[in-house]
Structures are given as C-alpha cells and as structure tokens.
C-alpha cells in the first residue's frame, strides 16, 4: 500500500511538472506571439523553452505560418512599391505633354499672339496632343494584353516578306538619322504561327526601340535553327550595360530617367508580354558591341 502511494505520488509530482512547464511554455509562446504581431517587420520566430517534442513540433508548424506570412507580406510591400512608382510615372508621361498643352493655348489666348503664331501653337497643340493620346492608348493596351480573355487570330505568317515590308515602312527614317541598316533573311521562305496584326505590332516596337537607340547601324537577322524561326534585332550598345538587360522589358523602364524621350517605357513590355501569348521566346543581351533582342517561335 505505502508503495502504490508513493507511486501514486510520483506520477502526481512528474504529470504537475509537465503541466507546470506545458503551461509555462505557452505563456512564453504566447508572449513572444504578442511581440511578433507588434512588430513583424522583424522577421522574428517562435523559440521553443522546452524539449517536449510535440510542443516543438507545434512551434515549427507556427514558425512556418509566420514564414509564408512574411513572404506575402514583402511581395505585398514590393508590389505597392512598384505601384506607386508606375502611378508617379504615368503621371509625369501624362503631365509633361499636357502642361505643354495647357501653356500653347494660354499663348494662344493672348491677345497680342499673331494669327501665324496661333496656326504654329495649333499646329504644336497637335503633336503633343498625338503624344498623349499615345500614352493613353499604350496605358490601355498593356492592361487589355496582360488579362486571360485578349483575342488573338492564329494564322500562318511568312516571316521574310513581313520583316521586309515592316523595315521598308521605317527606311526614310533610318536614312534621315544616318543609320545604316542591315537585312539577312534565309533565301527559303519560312512561316510562324501568331496573330498576324500583333506580329507587325511586335516588328514595329522593335523596330522604333532600335529607331530611338541605335547610332551608326541597325540589323535584323534570320534563320532557322532546331526546329526555331530565330529574328535577332540588333544595334549599336552604346552604353548599355548587362545590369539593364534584368530590367529592359520591365513596365515603365526606360533609358532616359528624365523621362523626356516622349516614351512611357512600355514598348518592349508589350512586345514581351505579346511574344510570350503567342508561345513565342524573346531576350535580350549583349555581344562585342551589339545590343541583341532576340525571337525565337517553333515552326510548324
């Protein structure tokens, strides 16, 4: 009998034991719970003052809530970051013509402005006005292309003939701005299956990027290479350095931080996002001396 009483005992002191520390480790957990919620910005976790396996093993199971939250959270900070940077960017791309705008017709309001001065300030309200409606139009395109539900009319292209016609549309150009431009094309014709409208959009983005960039030369080469149609749209690197290549197709990017090139950075973002809907691959890199944006599509 004084055995089974002493045993007795000693379960009753071992269970309060393990009571008293289960209950002190919540209330470690718990205030160490209160200290994480008031600042997560800390990135902190949960430590275990016990070597109960299962308490151990329920603080992990925490730990691991509280990792995914802080991911979400700092995808949710970057995104808001990002934001607020494309809302200050297309409020400057906005701005900039319309206050130009705004200033011509205060011009042309004034009484002591000729009446050859007021065609000229029309005539300049034009352009600007042709800017704008520009952005807006790019503005609207990116988030139209960007959803699940855009149309494209899948049909066979040939590639050489539509590259010639889309570089002899930007010739006169080329040729005003002193750049020499290179064409090589496979003798065989080849075709590519994408929405023929949208090819000619992607042609002519790359086209003008090359218009606004290159220097001294500007070549467009083709071949087919494993089963690949391969256009590669080449011009001159200038300062181009390989840390932009991470950031070229980027919403909003563009060379010029002043903003000024009457551009809204969104010409390659385009180009990639329609590219990629249509199955097809782009890059974009660096060789010797040449700045590279390169097209891949599988050929039927």
Request: aromatic fraction near 10%; include cysteine; hydrophobic fraction near 40%.
């Amino acid at each position: 009998m004084l055995y089974l009483c002493i045993s007795l005992f000693l379960i009753v002191v071992i269970l309060s034991a393990r009571l008293y520390f289960i209950r002190k480790a919540i209330a470690t957990t718990s205030t160490q719970m209160e200290e994480i919620e008031l600042h997560p910005e800390l990135n902190r976790q949960l430590k275990a003052f016990t070597t109960d396996s299962k308490v151990e093993g329920l603080l992990k199971k925490i730990n691991d809530i509280y990792d995914a939250r802080q991911e979400e959270r700092i995808v949710y900070q970057r995104r808001e970051t990002q934001i607020r940077r494309e809302i200050e960017n297309i409020s400057h791309d906005l701005r900039t013509p319309l206050t130009s705008i705004l200033g011509y017709v205060d011009l042309i309001q004034d009484e002591e402005t000729t009446e050859t001065e007021r065609v000229e300030y029309l005539s300049i309200i034009y352009k600007r006005a042709k800017i704008l409606q520009g952005f807006i139009q790019d503005f609207y395109e990116i988030s139209r292309i960007e959803g699940d539900n855009y149309p494209f009319l899948l049909d066979s292209i040939p590639v050489q003939s539509t590259l010639r016609e889309a570089v002899v549309t930007y010739y006169h150009e080329f040729e005003k701005n002193n750049i020499q431009v290179t064409v090589e094309l496979e003798e065989t014709q080849s075709f590519l299956i994408a929405d023929k409208i949208q090819f000619n959009r992607i042609l002519n983005n790359l086209i003008q990027n090359a218009l606004k960039y290159a220097q001294r030369q500007f070549i467009i080469k083709q071949i087919t290479l494993e089963g690949y149609c391969i256009l590669q749209f080449m011009n001159d690197k200038n300062t181009m350095t390989e840390e932009e290549l991470n950031v070229i197709f980027e919403r909003f990017y563009t060379r010029d931080q002043s903003r000024n090139n009457q551009s809204t950075g969104l010409g390659l973002t385009i180009t990639k996002v329609l590219v990629e809907k249509m199955k097809g691959q782009i890059e974009a890199k660096i060789e010797k001396d040449l700045f590279i944006i390169e097209l891949r599509w599988f050929v039927p």
